[in-house]
């Protein structure tokens, strides 16, 4: 069994799971370069290097740049 680790849901082939994660809801990524969010199959090509897919923003790494948008906290006053 393969599990995707956002949503922990399970596939019985390695490319179910490679294609869930594409569409996966909690698999978006947050740049906080330029503030877009996209899916994380938009920001890799190889599954281990990520970069933010707008052109015009330099954003790469993930916990550098890119994070998950389920670990970015909004601040509240």
């Known amino acids: ?15 179910a799971l490679e294609l869930h ?3 996966c809801k909690k698999g978006q ?7 877009d969010r ?10 281990w290097h990520f970069e933010c897919p707008n ?3 330099e954003g790469d790494g ?4 890119l994070y998950r948008v389920d670990d970015v906290r909004a601040a509240t006053h």
């Open 55 to 57: 052109e015009e923003c």
């Open 21 to 23: 994660r594409d569409t």
């Open 1 to 15: 069994m393969h599990t995707c680790r956002n949503c922990n849901q399970s596939f019985q082939t390695e490319l």
């Open 38 to 47: 996209f899916r994380e199959g938009d920001a890799t090509q190889d599954g």
């Open 29 to 35: 990524l947050f740049c906080q370069v330029c503030g």
């Open 62 to 65: 993930l916990q550098e740049d």
